[in-house]
């Protein structure tokens, strides 16, 4: 009997995921061909594949007989699965394998609220329209890829989506907690209260919340409801190109 407690509680510390690792986090597959399972393990059932460059959400790790995996959000389908860590880098940002950034929990939810790639989007919308310039357009959102089909920009121009805790409709004051400066407010206020036409108080059209080390942005663009409360009333998250 002591014999198999210490083989249970073996069993269940190898599947305590990792102390101080911070999800979600953006991975990528290292490997070709690489069974993504339904749950961690050998023995786990295979319910897809992915190549060398895939982008996907990677939500927690694991460890089980000795061997670490991650939790990851489906790159093109809807629901979760499991890769083997040997075959994904974490903190992985666009183009250098080798490089580990951590990218930020807000800009990392960029990626699962509307997906990396069109076919994940179609899942998560449906089918969507597509504008002259190729973009997905939905009822307030529209998606921009850039050449290797990954997600590139998103802006937001209704209420119901929220980047960085934040939705269209929601008092400019809200961007003070993300590290807005006041003075962005009190100019926008004094720009739109301003009654001398000779001497007009140009105030900011908008402030960008942005991580230094990726360089991704969220910019957020102002105007006046009809109340005459300043709020936001457009969200546009941008992620650079790779270089070459």
């Known amino acids: 009997m002591k014999r198999f407690f210490v083989l249970l509680l073996l ?14 986090e953006l991975g990528v597959c290292t490997g070709d061909n690489v069974r993504l399972r339904e749950d961690p393990g050998t023995d786990g059932k295979i319910i897809g594949r992915a190549d060398t460059g895939t982008q996907f959400v990677i939500l927690g790790e694991i460890y089980l007989d000795g061997q670490k995996w991650y939790e990851i959000d489906l790159p093109t389908e809807k629901g979760t699965a499991y890769i083997i860590a ?3 880098n974490c903190g992985w940002y ?8 951590p990218t930020g929990k807000d800009f990392i939810d960029v990626r699962l609220t509307f997906g990396i790639y069109p076919v994940k989007a179609r899942a998560l919308f449906g089918e ?10 939905y009822s307030g959102f ?16 209704k209420r119901g989506y929220a980047l960085a805790g934040v ?10 907690q993300l590290g807005m400066p006041e003075d962005y ?4 206020l004094d720009a739109i209260n301003n009654t001398n036409d000779d001497e ?8 960008t919340y942005r991580n230094e080390a990726t360089e991704e942005e969220i910019f957020f663009q102002f105007s006046i409801n009809d109340k005459g409360e300043p709020i936001v009333d457009m969200i546009l998250w941008t992620r650079p190109v790779a270089a070459g």
């Open 11 to 24: 069993v269940i510390l190898s599947c305590v995921p990792a102390f101080g690792a911070e999800y979600p």
């Open 86 to 88: 040997r075959y994904a």
């Open 94 to 101: 666009y183009g250098d394998y080798g490089k580990v950034i």
């Open 128 to 137: 969507g329209r597509k504008d002259e310039f190729g973009n997905l357009v």
């Open 142 to 157: 529209t998606l921009r890829y850039d050449d290797e089909k990954t997600i590139q920009q998103v802006e937001i121009n």
């Open 167 to 176: 939705q269209v409709g929601d008092s400019m004051k809200k961007l003070l």
């Open 185 to 188: 407010l009190k100019d926008f």
């Open 200 to 207: 007009p108080v140009d105030g900011p059209e908008g402030w």
